[in-house]
C-alpha cells in the first residue's frame, strides 16, 4: 500500500474487455487496431501472465467482484442463484460495497457524452447482497463531482458481436475532437489458430472476433479521451483487463491457455505517488489472478485486505508474496456438465478433466448457435475430413489430464502427459501435486454435484433460446 493514499485516495477506473485474450496490438497481436490501449500500455504497465478463475462470464464475475475463487463461494456453475435465497458466505462481499463503506462513490458507466460506452452489466451468481453500485450512477457525467469514485465500464462488442454477426463500428467516428480509424482484420489475411480446420467459416470467424477487439479499443478510447477531457486522468487509477478468456469455440468455457489467460494494463496517474512495482512503459510477468485485482484495488483506496479473501495484494509496499500457481475451475455452462480444473506456473499448464464423455464434443446450444465453428467441425469430423490438432479436439474425452508448454507451444496442440522427459514428468508431478492441495484448501464446492432438478431447467431454456440440433438423440 502506498503510505499517502489513505489521505487522498484516487478515483479507480476499471474497464473491463468481455472474453479476449492477448489479442491486442501492445501483446504483439496481428490484424487488430488497438492504439488507445497499445497508448495505455505504453503510459503503464502491461502484465503477460493474469488468469481468470473461469473461462466463461458470470462465474469469474462472481470471482473478481468478491476477491473469492467461485468454487468456494459456491457460485460456480453457469448461471446459478438467480431465483433462489442464496446469500454469500459471511464475510464475502461485492467490493464495491466495500469501496463504499470507505467514502467511494461506485458508479457502473453506461453512456458518456450522450453516446453508449458500456453495457452496465453485473452477471453475478449471488443477486440478494443489496444495490451493488449507487443509484444514478450510470452516467459519466456523475463522477466529476463525487470524487473519489469507483466506476466500471463493461467493454460491448467481444459479446454482443456474436450474436448480431455484425462487425462492431463505424469505419470513422469523432469523439472529443479525436478522429479514429479502424482497421478491420479480413477473412483472407488472417491467421486462426491451429486447432481450427482451414475453412472460409473459420476465417469469417476470427476477422469478425479480431474487429470486434478493434471496437472494444475504441469505446475505451472514448472513456479515456472525456477521463482527459474532465481533467480526471492525473487523479484516476486506470485498470483494464478482460473479464475472462476469448470468444471462440475452444477458449470460452475451456480451461485451456487462451480461456483463461487475459490482458491487464494499469496506468498510474500523475498526482499521487506510485507504487514501486510500476513503472511506466514496463511489463510486469508476475503469475496473478483476476481475484487479486479485487484484493489491491481495495489496497489502493487505503484499505486492509480482508482476512478470509483469498485474492492477494500485489502493488504496494505491502504486497503479499507472489503466487507461484494461478488455479481456474469449470463447472456447469447453462445445460452443460463438465467438471474440469486447471493450474498455471510460469511455463506450464495442466488441465484435468473430471466428467466423463466428451469435451469439446459435447453439446452446448449456445456454443451451437452462436459459433459457426462449432457445428462446421462436427460435420466435417463426422464426414472423416477432420487431421491433426482439430481431429483431436473433437475426439478429446474426459476423464484425463494434460500439459502444455505454453511458451514452446502458446495454441497448446501438443500434451505432455504422457512424455517420458524428465521435465514435463517433474512439472506434471509438481502441478498435479498444486492442484490437488487448492481444492483441498479451498474447499472446492465442485466436488459436489447439483442435483438433476437444478439442471433441468437450464435444458428448456437453452432450447426455447437457441433450439436444439436436429441431430441430438438420434443414434
Known amino acids: 500500500m502506498v503510505s499517502s493514499l489513505a489521505a487522498k485516495p484516487p478515483n479507480i477506473l476499471w474497464l473491463i474487455g468481455e472474453n479476449l ?14 492504439p488507445h ?16 478463475t473461469n473461462p466463461a462470464c458470470a462465474p469469474s464475475r462472481s470471482a473478481f467482484f468478491t476477491g473469492m475463487y467461485q468454487t468456494t463461494t459456491d457460485t460456480h456453475p453457469m ?41 452496465g452489466k453485473l452477471d453475478l451468481n449471488f443477486v440478494n447482497e443489496g444495490p451493488i453500485y449507487d443509484e444514478n450512477s450510470q452516467d459519466w457525467s456523475t463522477l466529476k463531482s463525487r470524487q ?30 479525436e478522429d479514429i480509424h479502424v482497421q478491420h482484420a479480413k477473412p483472407e489475411t488472417v491467421t486462426p489458430p491451429p486447432y481450427y480446420p482451414d475453412h472460409p467459416v473459420v476465417r469469417q470467424e476470427w476477422a469478425r472476433y ?12 472514448k472513456v479515456l479521451a472525456q477521463l482527459r477531457a474532465d481533467g480526471l486522468e492525473d487523479d484516476t487509477i486506470i485498470i483494464f483487463f478482460g473479464d475472462n478468456g476469448r470468444l471462440e469455440p475452444r477458449g470460452i468455457h475451456w480451461c485451456y491457455d487462451n480461456g483463461l489467460r487475459v490482458p491487464m494494463i ?14 511506466p512503459g514496463s511489463v510486469d510477468d508476475r503469475i496473478l489472478s483476476l481475484i487479486d485485482v479485487t484484493a489491491t484495488t481495495l489496497a489502493l ?46 511455463r506450464f499448464h495442466y488441465v484435468r478433466t473430471f466428467t466423463s464423455g466428451p469435451t469439446f464434443a459435447s453439446l452446448n446450444r449456445y456454443k451451437e448457435k452462436c459459433f459457426p465453428i462449432q457445428p462446421l467441425m462436427r460435420q466435417l469430423h463426422a464426414e472423416g475430413k477432420l487431421t491433426g490438432p482439430p481431429l483431436a479436439l473433437m475426439q478429446h474425452t474426459g476423464p484425463s489430464e494434460e500439459l502444455f508448454d505454453t511458451q514452446a507451444d502458446p495454441h497448446e496442440i501438443h500434451d505432455l502427459s504422457q512424455s517420458t522427459q524428465p521435465e514435463h514428468r517433474e512439472a506434471l508431478t509438481r502441478l498435479r501435486a498444486a492442484l490437488d492441495t487448492w481444492i483441498i484448501e479451498t474447499d472446492d464446492r465442485g466436488a459436489i454435484p447439483e442435483p438433476p432438478e437444478i439442471i433441468a431447467p437450464f435444458e428448456k431454456e437453452m432450447h426455447d433460446w437457441f433450439g436444439t440440433p436436429a441431430w441430438v438423440g438420434k443414434p
Not at 486492509?304 to 455452462?333: K, T
Request: net charge positive; with cysteine; hydrophobic share 35%.
Open 21 to 34: 485474450s492477448h489479442d491486442l496490438g501492445c501483446y504483439g497481436a496481428k490484424d487488430v487496431h488497438t
Open 37 to 52: 490501449l497499445d497508448r495505455l500500455a505504453a503510459q503503464g504497465t502491461r502484465y503477460t501472465r493474469v488468469f481468470s
Open 79 to 119: 448461471r446459478s442463484h438467480r431465483s433462489d435465497d442464496f446469500r454469500l458466505p459471511p464475510g464475502v462481499r461485492p467490493v464495491t460495497q466495500r469501496l463504499r463503506d470507505a467514502g467511494f462513490f461506485t458508479a457502473n458507466i453506461k453512456t458518456a457524452g450522450g453516446e453508449s460506452v458500456g453495457t
Open 148 to 177: 473519489p469514485f469507483f466506476a466500471v465500464v463493461n467493454a460491448e462488442e467481444n459479446e454482443y458481436d456474436i450474436y448480431d454477426r455484425k462487425s462492431a463500428e463505424k469505419e470513422r467516428v469523432k469523439w472529443v475532437g
Open 210 to 221: 479480431l474487429n470486434s477487439v478493434s471496437g472494444m479499443d475504441l469505446r475505451f478510447g
Open 266 to 279: 494499469i496506468q498510474w496517474p500523475k498526482n499521487h505517488p506510485a507504487p514501486p512495482q510500476l513503472k
Open 301 to 346: 483506496a487505503g484499505l486492509e485486505r480482508p482476512p478470509l479473501m483469498q485474492g492477494r495484494v500485489f502493488l504496494g509496499d505491502r504486497a503479499d508474496a507472489p503466487r507461484r500457481f494461478a488455479f481456474a475451475a469449470r463447472d456447469r455452462i447453462d445445460e452443460t456438465v463438465q467438471r474440469i480444473r486447471s493450474a498455471h506456473d510460469e
